[in-house]
């Protein structure tokens, strides 16, 4: 089967959509599927390997400022999606409010071709009343369209589908999690020592790790509180993004870029908990990463919300209004958290993950919905394009 993966960027950009959409293209190219996954070249895009190809297109971000990412495709990266789509069986698109997804689930109409929406995040309840209330159209108005008329639907968390439930889908809709590659990410104890000297933590020290894009959706101002009235903790942060760190000129920060795989598995392993305060989220890759390492997990609840059955392995913090209040029950959290911890525990939570999150899993299912909605449309000669 020949499959086009659209997102909008590749993994070099650091983000954890972009981090699965690399498994997933790997995974189904893997499987014997002729995968060519397009994204912006803005970023470094991967090597090619059997059955995959990477086609980068060229954008511009003018959200790039402001911390939301908005890449726009240029003329010319339409024209390449459009010649894309002629050679596909069927489409793989991630998220609906990127500009190069909605183009191409367009095109991929036109070209009767069948897609298949995998479907991250609901909706993200941004500070900014402006971006709030244009999210909220934006999902009305585009994102439940294309989820209706999508051949099939796959959310990465109960959270996300319970958010989109009012959709009339075409075919059942399935929640399946991101998995978790088992050969880098697991729990290594003997190893933390070593670890904690290569990222120049003291043996005592209490490290609270935060990983993903440098955003506002992730919960920076909460950090921020948190590193501001905890100086005994140090707060280290793994990414890159608009919101520098760095530059809150606090003695207990530390900031780690370029770091992935292997690095980033170091990394959970060094650290005493992950502190993840975010909002918006769908289930976050770090978060099942992280767990793999034994790491303790501390999250804002609607991340639970993702995965009832993680709930056990999981420190859940309700979220509250107030920037200080919310970084005062996080830190409250953290300490408890670290405090109870033990080796037990650790394994506990490590097994638990790689039990349940699988990437094989997943691609096996993704595998089984494309094999069936494209015989659908090779037996109903194409799909059919609305009336106008």
Not at 55 to 63: A, E, V
Not at 226 to 245: L, N, R, Y
Not at 354 to 379: F, G, I, K, P, Q
């Amino acid at each position: 089967m020949r499959v086009l993966m659209v997102n909008s960027f590749y993994e070099s950009h650091c983000g954890g959509l972009e981090v699965v959409a690399g498994a997933i293209a790997r995974g189904l190219a893997a499987q014997g599927h002729d995968t060519v996954w397009a994204a912006s070249n803005s970023t470094e895009p991967p090597a090619s390997v059997l059955n995959l190809t990477a086609q980068g297109y060229t954008t511009i971000d003018p959200g790039t400022a402001i911390g939301v990412p908005l890449p726009v495709p240029s003329p010319g990266a339409i024209g390449l999606l459009w010649r894309a789509l002629k050679g596909a069986d069927a489409v793989v698109v991630h998220d609906c409010l990127y500009l190069p997804v909605i183009a191409t689930f367009c095109m991929a109409r036109l070209r009767r071709k069948p897609v298949l929406i995998i479907q991250h995040i609901g909706e993200v309840p941004y500070t900014n009343i402006l971006l709030r209330t244009l999210m909220r159209i934006a999902n009305a108005t585009i994102a439940r369209p294309m989820l209706a008329r999508a051949e099939q639907v796959i959310f990465i968390s109960a959270a996300t589908e319970d958010y989109f439930a009012d959709v009339a889908f075409q075919a059942p809709p399935e929640v399946i999690f991101n998995g978790v590659d088992a050969n880098v990410f697991a729990f290594r104890p003997g190893c933390r020592a070593d670890w904690r000297r290569r990222f120049g933590f003291g043996p005592s020290q209490t490290v609270a790790l935060f990983v993903g894009r440098f955003v506002e959706k992730k919960g920076l101002a909460v950090l921020r509180e948190m590193a501001s009235s905890a100086p005994d903790v140090t707060f280290a942060f793994a990414g890159e993004g608009p919101i520098e760190p760095r530059q809150w000129n606090l003695h207990n920060v530390a900031v780690f870029k370029d770091l992935r795989g292997a690095d980033i598995a170091a990394l959970y392993h060094a650290a005493d908990a992950l502190v993840l305060p975010s909002v918006g989220e769908g289930y976050p890759l770090v978060v099942q990463e992280a767990l793999a390492c034994g790491l303790p997990v501390v999250c804002s609840r609607e991340i639970g919300d993702a995965d009832p059955h993680a709930a056990r392995v999981l420190t859940l913090v309700e979220r509250l209004r107030d920037p200080a209040d919310n970084a005062a029950a996080f830190m409250l959290a953290l300490r408890q958290a670290v405090a109870a911890d033990d080796v037990h525990k650790a394994a506990e939570r490590s097994a638990f993950a790689l039990a349940r999150y699988s990437w094989d899993r997943m691609t096996e299912r993704l595998s089984v919905h494309l094999t069936r909605v494209v015989r659908a449309n090779l037996r109903d000669g194409g799909v059919a394009v609305p009336a106008r």
